[in-house]
Structures are given as C-alpha cells and as structure tokens.
T-cell receptor, first 113, second 114 residues
Framework: AQSVSQHNHHVILSEAASLELGCNYS??????LFWYVQYPGQHLQLLLK??????LVKGIKGFEAEFIKSKFSFNLRKPSVQWSDTAEYFC???????????FGAGTRLFVKA | DAMVIQNPRYQVTQFGKPVTLSCSQT?????MYWYQQKSSQAPKLLFH???????NEADTPDNFQSRRPNTSFCFLDIRSPGLGDAAMYLC?????????????FGPGTRLTVL
C-alpha cells in the first residue's frame, strides 16, 4: 500500500532562514506528487505538483520541490522564509493513472518575525 | 468568490445521533471527495463521486454514507456517530480523476461528538 512520510511534525524558523521539508513515499510505480499548504484559518490549497518532466518543480510564493526517484523523495524548499509562510504543509502522492491521493500527516511551520 | 463551501463549519452532535454535513461547489467539477482528518493525522479519503458514480474506500465504515443529488452538492451522512468519529471533515473537488488534477478543498467541518 502507498504511504507518505513527512519527517518533521513541527519546524520553527526565523525569517530569512532557508527551509527544507522532507517527504518520502512508498510506492513502486510511477507517481504524481503534490505539496498542499494550509494557512491559519484557511483551506488546503495547492502549492505545487509534479507528474512528469523536469524533476525540479517551482510553485507559488517562491517554493520549489525536487523529485528524486531513486530516493522516493519530494522535498519542499524555499531559500528564504517569511513570517507569512507560517502554515501547515502536506505532501501527497497518487499512483499514475489513479485518483486516490494519499496525504502525509503534515508539517507545521512557524516562522518567527 | 468561494469555490468549495462546507456547512456548517462546526457541528456538535450526541453519541448515536445522526448528522449530515454538506458541501457545495461553484467550479462545476466532475469529482467530489470526502476526507476525514483527525488531529495531527493525514486527511484520509472516505469516498468520492465521479459525476453520479459513487466510489467507497474499502476501509470506510458502513456508518458513513454519502449522497450527491446534483453536480453542485454532496452530503456526508454519519448514521450513528461514535466518539471516534470526532474529526475535521474535508470536502474537495477536482475537474477529473486522472490523478494529475488539482484538488480544491473546502474549509472543513469540525465535528464534535458528545
């Protein structure tokens, strides 16, 4: 069965620090990969997604993620975080051609001003 | 401006008392999903509709049912809520179910069971 593991449940950073949130999945076949974000008081929304092509994907608000197939990883990065990046971040995966998306448990990021 | 709307945002029910959560969408998407998210856990898919076709997850308890009377609306019925059903319930939509489609989420309904 597919599963998604997010390494850190809570991350605290100061503004301007670099961010990397880990995500690993278990599935032997071809996958589609997503990062969703939930800002305080708001609904889950897509940050970026990958399904083919360049394994380095750029999303909104300066975020990017790199798909490393050999490591079954899709880590999220941002060179310099802002206070407004405080949110919960969810990694998600589904099997190519399938619809069911498996989510990780989320990482809560708090950015200190 | 709202695309996926869930009502109510907070629902309190008593143990064993049926409850219905509602979801509506203005996106005209074919697919509607219901997820259950317990505290500090991943959202877990309960079922989804592709148009009128209902697809239940194998591990979704029989206590949970769903209805989709038209494209815009989808309901989650919990026939006899137990304490373990207290959770956030998320509704989401996508245009298709190819797997690459973005899901659009509502704000969720937080269910408390007394």
């Amino acid at each position: 069965a597919q599963s998604v593991s997010q390494h850190n449940h809570h991350v605290i950073l100061s503004e301007a620090a670099s961010l990397e949130l880990g995500c690993n999945y278990s599935y032997g076949g071809t996958v589609n990969l997503f990062w969703y974000v939930q800002y305080p008081g708001q609904h889950l929304q897509l940050l970026l997604k990958y399904f083919s092509g360049d394994p380095l994907v750029k999303g909104i608000k300066g975020f990017e993620a790199e798909f490393i197939k050999s490591k079954f990883s899709f880590n999220l990065r941002k060179p310099s975080v802002q206070w407004s990046d405080t949110a919960e971040y969810f990694c998600a995966v589904n099997a190519r051609g399938g619809f069911k998306t498996i989510f990780g448990a989320g990482t809560r990021l708090f950015v200190k001003a | 401006d709202a695309m996926v709307i869930q009502n109510p945002r907070y629902q309190v029910t008593q143990f064993g008392k049926p409850v219905t959560l509602s979801c509506s969408q203005t996106l005209n998407h074919n697919v509607m999903y219901w997820y259950q998210q317990k505290s500090s856990q991943a959202p877990k898919l309960l079922f989804h509709y592709y148009d009128k076709d209902f697809n239940n997850e194998a591990d979704t308890p029989d206590n949970f049912q769903s209805r989709r009377p038209n494209t815009s609306f989808c309901f989650l019925d919990i026939r006899s809520p137990g304490l373990g059903d207290a959770a956030m319930y998320l509704c989401a939509t996508s245009r298709e179910s190819t797997g690459t489609d973005t899901q659009y989420f509502g704000p969720g309904t937080r269910l408390t069971v007394l």
